[in-house]
């Protein structure tokens, strides 16, 4: 589709900014100042400056994973191959390449991608953080939290998640960093599949199940004669086990606001988890637009989320809370959900029982073929990148706060992140012939 003119953004940050008032936003900024990890030399001046009028290309990720990134200015730079919006450039935290269009040339990897599918082209993960996280992440699963027993180590390793969160965190200053999101990742995925899924998963009696290993992150408190038994139950199953040894390690680096951020986030998750198990009970298939906002909670968005505290920083929390914010880090959650819609598609119609996901929603309640129904649900996933993009970037323009800028490429460079390894992970995902 031809990209829009642009238009004057719209958001609610200017005004909000104005209610903070200048010292807020220069207590924000110096917030961000403090933590040097990633971000080289001062991140602002006493005062917030208005955006710069001209294009300041973003620079690339140094070799050394651990060094630091300069912060860039706002850019305005256009993306000339489809409406991406305004100031995209200055979102970007790593090297990315141009869409690949249908048709042209590809490397082994790039074969795999969908024809036709939006997205940014990223460097391969650093070697050598993926071979020291897979190693740590594995010595947890088994040695702490019991997590699999020995006939699942195939799927586990297959799952590359170690490989996953490095490409997806960038700006993890430290191994340490990557093994937080490693953690909640994992212990996330053991939740869906012994809960929800492949391993011995059911809709009936979800939401029990789900309520009792949200209090592994969110403590129950109550009186000592109950408390005990509670405590007890957060090691009775390997999901349970997961989430309290992760939260464990996630609140020793979080702020109390991150943690409850990421608390409210999950529950959100569980939320979705419950509608779609709901939707199995009954053999029912939602319209379109109710397995989009189903979607929009079961989905990824706890993991984007937190990547300023995977960072090293925080994102104060309210600048975390604004609407503008906030529908940014929806989009990305939602974007990239369908991306794993569209990568496992063929996994999930080889597998027993009917899954829902987008292809087979649209094909039953709009009456398309199989591969119409896919190929509209690419439409559907470029169509939320493109909103994420434009968005991210008006409210990068609106909120040159030095946090919110680098909060936006965290985010982005998620995004690109995620999509790397579900292109690249051929263990869990093939794809239909459509093309």
């Known amino acids: 589709m031809p990209a829009p003119e642009p238009t004057p953004p719209q958001s609610s940050l200017p005004a909000a900014a104005a209610r903070f008032g200048a010292h807020i936003l220069a207590e924000a900024a110096a917030r961000a100042c403090d933590i040097k990890t990633v971000t080289g030399g001062p991140l602002c001046a006493p005062s917030v400056p208005a955006p710069p009028a001209v294009s300041v290309p ?124 490693t953690r909640l990742m994992v212990a996330e995925n053991a939740v869906d599949d012994c809960y929800c899924e492949d391993h011995g998963g059911s809709p009936v009696g979800l939401g029990e199940r789900l309520l009792l290993a949200h209090t592994a992150l969110d403590p129950f408190y109550t009186t000592e004669e109950y408390q005990a038994p509670w405590a007890k139950s957060l090691h009775a199953d390997a999901p349970r086990r997961a989430y309290r040894s992760a939260m464990e390690y996630f609140g020793q680096v979080a702020s109390p606001s991150q943690t409850d951020r990421f608390r409210h986030d999950m529950a959100r998750l569980h939320m979705g988890y419950l509608a779609e198990a709901a939707w199995a009970q009954m053999d029912h298939v939602p319209e379109v637009w109710e397995y989009l906002a189903m979607r929009q909670f079961n989905n990824f968005r706890p993991c984007p989320t937190i990547t300023d505290t995977i960072g090293g920083y925080e994102l104060p929390s309210d600048l975390h809370a604004q609407t503008a914010m906030q529908k940014v880090i929806a989009l990305a959650g939602n974007a990239t959900t369908i991306v794993n819609d569209l990568y496992s598609y063929t996994k999930e119609l080889d597998a027993p029982g009917r899954h829902l996901n987008l292809p087979v929603v649209i094909a039953e309640r709009e009456g398309l073929s199989d591969r119409d129904a896919y190929l509209k649900s690419i439409e559907v996933h470029n169509d939320l990148m493109h909103d994420f993009e434009s968005n991210a970037a008006a409210l990068a323009v609106d909120c040159p706060v030095p946090s919110v800028q680098r909060f936006l490429r965290g985010v982005a460079a998620w995004v690109d992140g995620n999509h790397h390894w579900h292109q690249t992970n051929t263990y869990r995902y093939s794809l239909p012939d459509f093309w």
Not at 98 to 117: D, K, M, Y
């Open 58 to 181: 973003a620079p690339p990720l140094p070799a050394d994973p651990t060094a630091v990134v300069p912060t860039p200015l706002p850019d305005l730079e256009r993306i000339l191959r489809g409406p991406s919006g305004l100031g995209t450039a200055s979102l970007r935290l790593i090297p990315r390449e141009s869409p690949t269009p249908v048709g042209q040339s590809t490397t082994a990897a790039q074969a795999r991608t969908i024809p036709g599918l939006y997205y940014h082209q990223v460097a391969e993960p650093d070697p050598v953080r993926v071979e020291e996280v897979s190693r740590r992440i594995k010595s947890w699963a088994l040695d702490e939290v019991s997590l699999y027993p020995k006939d699942w180590e195939e799927q586990f390793d297959g799952f590359s998640v170690g490989r996953y969160m490095v490409g997806c965190h960038p700006d993890a200053p430290t191994i340490d960093h990557l093994m937080i999101a």
